[in-house]
């Protein structure tokens, strides 16, 4: 079972220890998960959602009615700091079923070579080798009209997304580089005494994501190729997991059966 205390790992939201994780990808990708062993964080303003690590409306109207405490100067540069941290915001996206998604093959697999690699939450938390501090928990889906999430952790805007995203039921890693090497709360508690203008020299971490080692044999329960994919490739992707010494089992995806009348 998942080590709860491992200082390595911050669970948040965590779903079950034997809750299945899907990852939809294409083959190239696949390929490249197996020779180089490592999976790929991208940055948070690199993932296509404009609303990464943002908050509620309702949070800006709350902030607004505690002007008594924090000066005007300083809920800006609470802001600034807010719209800054995607690009130090690493995450990994996986998607919570017990069974396969059509729609998650559509989205994320390519028509003709699409490959989902199946894991289990627990396997999965354990997987990652990398000595850097890792956050894994489940999305909770908001309403970002009306509701609010807390602002008490720089962390919690990554694990909330839009109601419009429920349907990828997405647990993800996180991994987060504050600029000024500080921790969530240090860098919190130090926005007065930022400047605004060092807020936007923070140099970023990366081009557009980090690789970080993993343990296949943990990470890959089971790998499932697409219905839409060609049969050869089913058998090459048995070819490939051979030479990668991967031995889980590989199987063409239950969507390419034949109904029954």
Known sequence: MIDLNSTAR?????????????????????????????LFLARADKLGDPFEGSVPKNNIILRDTLESEFSDEEILKYALVMQQLPRFTLISCWHESSHESE?????????????????NFNA????????????????????????????????????????????????????QYLPTGLSRTELRDSIPNLQRSEIDRW?????????????????????????????????????????YDLDVPINKSHLAESPTW
């Open 10 to 38: 911050e669970f948040h939201n965590p779903p079950p220890a034997d809750a299945i994780l899907w990852r939809y990808m294409d083959f190239t990708k696949f390929v490249s998960l197996l020779e180089t062993r490592t």
């Open 103 to 119: 729609a998650m093959w559509r989205l994320y697999a390519s028509v003709n070579g699409g490959i989902a690699i199946k894991s």
């Open 124 to 175: 999965f938390a354990k997987s990652f080798l990398t000595a850097e501090q890792i956050h894994i928990g489940a999305i909770q889906y908001v309403d970002y009209d009306n509701d609010q999430i807390p602002e008490d952790d720089l962390l919690l805007p990554y694990l909330h997304k839009r109601q419009s995203f429920k349907h990828e039921q997405e647990v993800r890693v996180i991994i």
């Open 203 to 243: 140099p970023d971490i990366c081009d557009t994501g980090i690789d970080y080692e993993v343990d296949l044999h943990l990470l890959i329960q089971e790998v499932v190729v697409s219905h839409f994919a060609p049969d050869w490739l089913l058998d090459l992707v048995n070819l490939v997991a051979r030479r």
